[in-house]
């Protein structure tokens, strides 16, 4: 099996609800949400600019007044990280077209408007690693059992804010704070399961408390498959909706996914279709250290060391030029010593930064001199 095919291998476990390798945030493929609507605990990584984009329509048997019954958007999701490695900030905004009827009658009209606006954050708190059984050649069914610590899921927290700057339709009464926890347990190599637990639209009159629960499948390379069960728990009625969906990685950077969804939202019931991609710009640069045989880190060496003198004299001779480049059309004035002190008292050469570093380099090749002799 080559390079290429095992990465895209273990990679691509989680894609549809954030695949990612078990020991580290970055992944060399795309780990996208999409199309589920769960949320990995897991970031994208430093330096990875994200976006995960998806058209949808939904339909429901809503006929009452200011209630969209039918509604067609585009959704919109950025994520990156660049504090910390495990700290992601991300971005949701949706914006749709919506029928909605006047009353209890034929009558409607349509409404373009944003739906969704928040900020968040979320911070991966713990993260659950797990022993390597392919190393293990003495019992086979110790290589194939269960690895009961899979049950003990990776945790992160998530605070978000949803904005007011929504249409009439959707519009709160005020700006809301959203928080939440995020769990996923790899059961296996091809199979996880990630919840979600949020507290929602906070100190509003719609807030609400929902959970997400997604099954992802991992059919082969390229493939992947999930089922989704969402609720949401209003004061007024419960919104639950159930969907499956299929992503497939195109290249290493780009995903391209579609769902399925049966709504059920109070006495009400319908069904929702998305179709969208999740592409990546990736500027991630690991931080490495050199290792020798032993696995002990390498000390640096006194060639390794002149060469660093030198590429810092160089970089000092640049400065130098950058200063003269300040000060140059400025009129310095220099105080004249008399004649009589210029006789009796001796001036001292100084030093300049350019002599200094070639005197720096000389004792230094004569300490490696030394050194080999």
Request: with cysteine; aromatic share 12%; hydrophobic share 35%.
């Given at each position: 099996?080559?390079?290429?095919?095992?990465?895209?291998?273990?990679?691509?476990?989680?894609?549809?609800?954030?695949?990612?390798?078990?020991?580290?945030?970055?992944?060399?493929?795309?780990?996208?949400?999409?199309?589920?609507?769960?949320?990995?605990?897991?970031?994208?990584?430093?330096?990875?600019?994200?976006?995960?984009?998806?058209?949808?329509?939904?339909?429901?048997?809503?006929?009452?007044?200011?209630?969209?019954?039918?509604?067609?958007?585009?959704?919109?999701?950025?994520?990156?990280?660049?504090?910390?490695?495990?700290?992601?900030?991300?971005?949701?905004?949706?914006?749709?077209?919506?029928?909605?009827?006047?009353?209890?009658?034929?009558?409607?009209?349509?409404?373009?408007?944003?739906?969704?606006?928040?900020?968040?954050?979320?911070?991966?708190?713990?993260?659950?690693?797990?022993?390597?059984?392919?190393?293990?050649?003495?019992?086979?069914?110790?290589?194939?059992?269960?690895?009961?610590?899979?049950?003990?899921?990776?945790?992160?927290?998530?605070?978000?804010?949803?904005?007011?700057?929504?249409?009439?339709?959707?519009?709160?009464?005020?700006?809301?704070?959203?928080?939440?926890?995020?769990?996923?347990?790899?059961?296996?190599?091809?199979?996880?399961?990630?919840?979600?637990?949020?507290?929602?639209?906070?100190?509003?009159?719609?807030?609400?408390?929902?959970?997400?629960?997604?099954?992802?499948?991992?059919?082969?390379?390229?493939?992947?498959?999930?089922?989704?069960?969402?609720?949401?728990?209003?004061?007024?009625?419960?919104?639950?909706?159930?969907?499956?969906?299929?992503?497939?990685?195109?290249?290493?950077?780009?995903?391209?996914?579609?769902?399925?969804?049966?709504?059920?939202?109070?006495?009400?019931?319908?069904?929702?279709?998305?179709?969208?991609?999740?592409?990546r710009i990736d500027n991630h640069r690991d931080p490495f250290t050199?290792?020798?045989?032993?696995?002990?880190?390498?000390?640096?060496?006194?060639?390794?060391?002149?060469?660093?003198k030198k590429s810092r004299f160089f970089n000092r001779i640049l400065?130098?030029?950058?200063?003269?480049?300040?000060?140059?059309?400025?009129?310095?004035?220099?105080?004249?010593?008399?004649?009589?002190?210029?006789?009796?008292?001796?001036?001292?050469?100084?030093?300049?930064?350019?002599?200094?570093?070639?005197?720096?380099?000389?004792?230094?090749?004569?300490?490696?001199?030394?050194?080999?002799?």
């Open positions: 099996m080559s390079k290429t095919t095992l990465k895209y291998k273990l990679t691509f476990l989680l894609i549809c609800a954030s695949f990612l390798t078990i020991n580290a945030q970055y992944t060399n493929v795309i780990n996208s949400n999409k199309p589920g609507l769960s949320e990995s605990p897991y970031g994208v990584g430093s330096g990875v600019y994200q976006f995960e984009n998806s058209i949808f329509y939904k339909d429901t048997s809503i006929k009452f007044g200011n209630q969209p019954s039918q509604s067609v958007g585009f959704d919109l999701l950025f994520r990156t990280s660049f504090f910390l490695e495990k700290l992601e900030i991300s971005t949701q905004l949706s914006y749709q077209r919506d029928k909605i009827f006047k009353g209890i009658n034929t009558n409607h009209y349509f409404k373009n408007n944003l739906s969704k606006a928040t900020i968040g954050a979320k911070y991966l708190v713990f993260q659950k690693e797990f022993d390597d059984k392919s190393i293990e050649v003495r019992s086979w069914r110790k290589r194939n059992a269960f690895d009961k610590k899979r049950l003990i899921p990776s945790v992160a927290i998530y605070a978000g804010l949803n904005t007011n700057f929504l249409g009439e339709v959707h519009k709160t009464n005020k700006v809301s704070p959203k928080l939440g926890v995020l769990l996923q347990n790899d059961l296996s190599k091809n199979f996880n399961i990630i919840t979600n637990l949020y507290y929602d639209k906070i100190g509003t009159l719609d807030e609400e408390f929902s959970y997400i629960i997604t099954g992802t499948f991992s059919l082969n390379q390229r493939w992947s498959s999930f089922f989704e069960n969402q609720s949401a728990y209003k004061k007024e009625r419960t919104d639950t909706n159930i969907g499956v969906g299929l992503a497939y990685l195109f290249t290493r950077d780009l995903q391209i996914n579609t769902s399925a969804r049966g709504i059920f939202e109070g006495e009400t019931d319908g069904f929702y279709l998305s179709i969208g991609a999740s592409y050199e290792l020798d045989d032993n696995g002990n880190p390498l000390e640096e060496t006194a060639i390794e060391k002149l060469n660093r400065n130098l030029f950058k200063k003269n480049k300040k000060i140059e059309g400025i009129n310095i004035k220099k105080k004249k010593r008399g004649r009589f002190f210029g006789i009796f008292k001796k001036r001292k050469k100084k030093e300049s930064e350019v002599q200094k570093l070639e005197r720096e380099i000389k004792e230094l090749e004569k300490e490696i001199k030394k050194d080999d002799n």
